[in-house]
Every structure is written in structure tokens, then in C-alpha cells.
């Protein structure tokens, strides 16, 4: 386990079952089954193209599932109501593998979005201080007035996952949180998921092929083969296999 | 005849038209293979358009109605489509105007009639030219625009992030870009109208020596409240096509950077094509009522 922290094995925030999805004659997933639990953060390993975007994009009711459940919060997603989706969205962070941050807007006003969006009636001051402490939290309050295109690639990761906390979401999805950044800014980062973890008792998802991710962040990893959950455990039970698919990715990231 | 046409003049002239003909059969046979394909394809696509087409503007009418009101950011879309169009639509309306005038002045002084001028060029502004040469202009600049723009933030994934954050972004950026083009094209028309009509008085001032008063109750002797009436529904049918086709576009773009040209590309030409449609429906349904 990557530190101490409560997971309550009673209480399942994320469950799913049997789960496909096609795209025309392409088979994605084939049969996903993963459950997490409350404060619980699952790293979801595998290769490019093996659909781990389109796994989280399911669990947030961006695509539809050609077959299986997904139910979030106790809710069947597939099954609710505009409103209701979005309701239960705001319970969910979504941090993208490109940060999409809105580049039209100011870090500040960026941040303020989902909530002037959701809680129209929030005060300008508590806004600002909302803003302030978020910005604070991942240790950019000194760029908020600037765009994000004046923000180097960990720095732009670091605002989008601060724009989803402003909403104090239950469920972190994380899409690739370290790919395309250097070493130091991927541990940087990595903490930062340990952070808001702690700091805002969150469950998450954590989608990765990065290893040194994998190890410090998830208390139990997942990998994805061929559209099914092929190995699960801890970071050590899963690495201890002498299947070569598991062998040649753990090569890869650790000994070239 | 045989010394225009040499025989093997003729010859050759029916061997090219022959190896044509069997090329074409070649191209048509090729054709036949993979055409079932294509133009079930073709077809396919077509009908699947047609249907996500309804289904967005059943959408956009949707949410459009419901609450919350986004009034902000359409006063700052109105500002964008329509403050910023604004040289663009005063060099267009002053040279149509001017131009026009000067092109209709020979015919009608072979009549002796250039005191017909001013009434001429208020119906062909106001009735044809304005709310269509506004349009096309705007289609262009801003279908453009909103097509690129939005095509973007789609494929940045910006949309997603709209989406999953629960910010309506359907609302906030389709609802008030197609109901700020809706109000601000009409707004531009009329302006392109007024600037076209100084244009042609400038013109008719300097050769005719017409006063702006007699130009003024010239023009207008000849507009009735029906001109008024079609050319206002013209442009406000419009500016809602030129919205809602391209943020239809940009909304639903795909594959990475190309998506986004293609996005741009496609409002435009589809908005302009939808706008002569509609010019013609609408010019048919006003003789009718005349
Ligand atoms: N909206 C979509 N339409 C069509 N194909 C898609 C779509 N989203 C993803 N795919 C395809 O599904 C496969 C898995 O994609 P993805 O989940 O992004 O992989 P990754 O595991 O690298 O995140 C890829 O081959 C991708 O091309
Ligand atoms: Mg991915």
C-alpha cells in the first residue's frame, strides 16, 4: 500500500459488471468486472488502446455501454435522467489525460466555472476564497491570473485536478496524470493524488502505464488485457507473476 | 465533306471516342463493385445526418426554454457576432450600395427615368440585397468562427470537461451562440440596409444633385410593411442557421485537429446553402401573400 489511510471494504463507491463496449467492428471491452471501495484508490494499468479512457468515460456517462452496469454512488448510470446524471456527476472529478483546461479563461476563471455553473448563488468573496485555498491546495496560487497557455504541461495537470476539487467530488477519475510529463513533475504529481486523497477523502481511479504511479498512488492495481481485467492486487502481488504480458510492461518501465 | 473530314481523320476521331467509351464502361464496372458499398455508405451517412440534425434541434428548443438563463454570456456573444462584424458589414453595404447604383443608372437613363433610382435601389436593398449579403457575410465570419472555436474545445476534450463537471455546457455555449447569431444578424441586416442606402445617396447626391430628403421619401414610397416583414424574417431565419450550423459542426467534431477544420469548413459551406434555400422559400411564401 502506497501510505496509511482508511478503506472502508463495506462500502463499494464504483461497481461494475460485465461491462462491453464496442466501436463498430472494433471490441473494446470485452467483460470488465472492478469494483472500488470507499477511499480506495485503484490504479488501472495497460496498454495503449486497450480502452482504459473509455472504461472511465462509461463511469462518468460520457459514452453509453453496449452491455454490463455501472453503478456509482449506489446509481445505475446508464439508467438516469439528464438531471440526475448531472447531479451525480458533480460528485465525480474527472481529470483528462490533455488537462482540458478552458483556454479561452483565466486560471481564476477557470476554477470558478463549475461552481458559478452549479451554485449560482455562491458570494463573490467565498468564491474568491474557494478559488484561493483549491489554488493553494495543489501549490499554484501564484499563477492565478495568468492562461493556462502560459502554464508548462505539470502545471496545467495540477489546475485541471484543482478545478475538480472546487466541486469537493467524492470519486477521482484520473486519465493518465503523468503521461507526457518529466520524472520529477510525475512524482510531483503523484503526490498531489496522495494529497487530495488524504486532504478531501476521495476514492479514485487511476488510469496509468506508469509504474512508478502505479506503485505510490494505488493501494490495489488492476490490468486491463485484451478488453478484460487480466491480473489484480497489490502493486507486488500483481508484479509477481511471471506472465510475460505482466513481465514486459514491469521490463519496460523499470529497466530500460 | 471528305475534304473537311479525311477519312482517317474520322477514324481516329471514332478509335478515341470508342477507347472513351470503354474506359467509361471500365470506370462503371469499378465502379459497380464497390458502389453498392459507397452509396449505401453515402446514404447511410445521409439519413444518420438528417436524424442527428432533428434531434439537435429538438434539443436546442429544449434548452433553450428551460432555466438557467444564460444572459451574460449571450450579451458577450452578441458582442462577438455582432459588434465585431461590424466593418466587415459597413465596407460590404456602402460598395453593394454604391455599386448597385452605379450599375442601374445606364438602363434607367435610357428611359430617362434615374428619378426612379432611389425607390430601385431601397427595394433591391431592403427586400433582397441586405438580409443576403449580410448573411453570407456572416456565415463566413462567424460560422467560421463558432465552427473552429467550438470544434476545438470539443476535440481538447474541453466539452467533456463541461459535460462531466456538470456545467450544462449545451447551454452555455450552444443556446446563447445560435440565439445571439438569431438576434444579432437581423441587427447587422437592417445596418447593412441603412449603410447600402447612404452608399447609393452619396452616388445619386453627386449626379443626380438629389437632396436626402427627396432621396429619403423616394426610397421609401415604394417599401410596404410586407418588404419589411420578409426581409426581418429572412435574416432572422438567417442568423438562426448560421448559429445553430455551426455550433451543430463544432459541437459534434471528431478526429483531433482535422476535425476542427473540417468543422469550420463544413458550417460555412452547409450554412450558405441552407441560406439560398431559404431565401428562395421565403421570397416564394411573400409573393404569395402580396
Ligand atoms: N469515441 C470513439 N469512437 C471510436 N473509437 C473510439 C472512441 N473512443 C475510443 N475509441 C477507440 O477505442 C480504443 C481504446 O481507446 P482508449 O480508451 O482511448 O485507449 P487507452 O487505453 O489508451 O486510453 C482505441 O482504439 C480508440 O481508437
Ligand atoms: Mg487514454
Redo the contacts with the bound molecule.
Sequence with gaps: MAYEHQIDYDQRVIEIRGLYKS??S?K?LQGVDLDVFKGENVVVL??????????I?IIAGL?PPDAGTVDVLGRRVSELSEEALRALRLKLGFSF?NSALYDSMSIRENLEFPVIRNMPAMNKSSLNDLVKETLDAVGLLNKIDRMPSELSGGQRKRIGIARTLMLKPEIMLY??PTAGLDPVTSVEINKLINEVQERYNTSAII?THDLACAKTTGDRVVM?FEGKVAKEGSFQEVFASDDPEVQNFYNYNFIQ | MDACFPRHRVLRFASILQQAGKFSIRISLANETTSKSGLGARWEELTLGLYDAVRFLGRLFRQAVSRPFDFQEIIRQCYEIGYRSLPLITLTGFVTGIVFTKQSRPSLVSFGATSWLPSLIAIAMIRALAPLVTALICAGKVGSNIGAELGSMKVTEQIDAMEVSGSRPFNFLIVTRVAASTLMIPVLAMYCAFVGLLGSFLNIYQNEKTSFVTFIADAFEQISFLDLGTSLTKAISFGFTIGAVACYKGFYA?NGTQGVGKAANTAVVLSMFLIFMEELVIVQVSNWLR
Design positions: 466501436f463498430g472494433l473494446v495497460g496498454r495503449s488502446g486497450t480502452g482504459k479512457s473509455v472504461l468515460k459514452l489525460q486519465d493518465e488510469i486491463l | 471528431s
